[in-house]
């Protein structure tokens, strides 16, 4: 009888537990960025299921690159960026972590596409120049060989 009692009460807890996992806000929001051509997406426990999509969002001038900014809290976004004019796909894989790469596009209109894999974070998908970029890059390079190192030391 005991044991009946035991196996009775851990399963009420296992069905407590799931039920609460169940009942987890989840939600996936995009928008349009107003200072560059492009957008940024918020996730708070975005699943597959949760899928924004937005046509035309990115437009790629001559000269510029498509940077992709994740900063994910955990798990990660699927991401697909699919050119409108032919529909060549310029990148469709995971975005996660939090360091920001760039990816080469012709110049042209992009749809954007993410959905979510257990995603709670930010990200940011937008177009800028190429060459702004690489000396944003250098000067930050320079400013961070202007510290001190005993600065950043625990010593």
Same mark, same amino acid.
């Given at each position: 009888?005991?044991?009946? *009692? $035991?196996?009775?009460?851990?399963?009420?807890?296992?069905?407590? +537990?799931?039920?609460?996992?169940?009942?987890?806000?989840?939600?996936?929001?995009? /928008? #349009? #960025?107003? /200072?560059?051509?492009? $957008?940024?997406?918020?996730?708070e !426990?975005?699943?597959? &299921?949760?899928? +924004?999509s937005?046509?035309?969002? $990115?437009v790629? !001038? /001559?000269?510029?690159?498509i %940077?992709?900014?994740?900063?994910? &809290? *955990?798990?990660?976004? !699927?991401?697909? $960026?699919?050119?409108?004019?032919?529909?060549?796909?310029?990148?469709? &894989?995971?975005?996660?972590? *939090?360091?920001?790469?760039?990816? &080469?596009?012709?110049?042209?209109?992009?749809? %954007?596409? +993410?959905?979510?894999?257990?995603a709670t974070g930010?990200?940011? +998908?937008? =177009?800028?120049?190429?060459?702004?970029l =690489?000396?944003?890059?250098? =000067?930050?390079? /320079?400013? #961070?060989?202007?510290?001190?190192?005993?600065? #950043?030391?625990?010593?």
């Amino acid at each position: 009888m005991k044991k009946t *009692r $035991i196996l009775c009460a851990a399963a009420v807890m296992v069905l407590a +537990v799931a039920l609460a996992a169940c009942s987890l806000k989840h939600s996936l929001s995009l /928008e #349009l #960025l107003e /200072e560059a051509s492009g $957008i940024k997406v918020e996730a708070e !426990n975005a699943g597959k &299921d949760d899928v +924004v999509s937005s046509e035309g969002a $990115i437009v790629v !001038n /001559e000269g510029d690159v498509i %940077v992709i900014s994740p900063c994910m &809290d *955990r798990g990660s976004f !699927n991401l697909t $960026i699919v050119s409108a004019d032919d529909g060549t796909v310029v990148y469709d &894989d995971i975005a996660d972590g *939090r360091i920001y790469f760039q990816i &080469d596009a012709l110049p042209g209109t992009y749809d %954007v596409t +993410v959905s979510g894999n257990g995603a709670t974070g930010w990200m940011t +998908v937008f =177009s800028t120049s190429a060459e702004e970029l =690489s000396a944003q890059e250098e =000067s930050l390079g /320079e400013a #961070l060989e202007q510290i001190d190192p005993s600065v #950043l030391s625990n010593n």
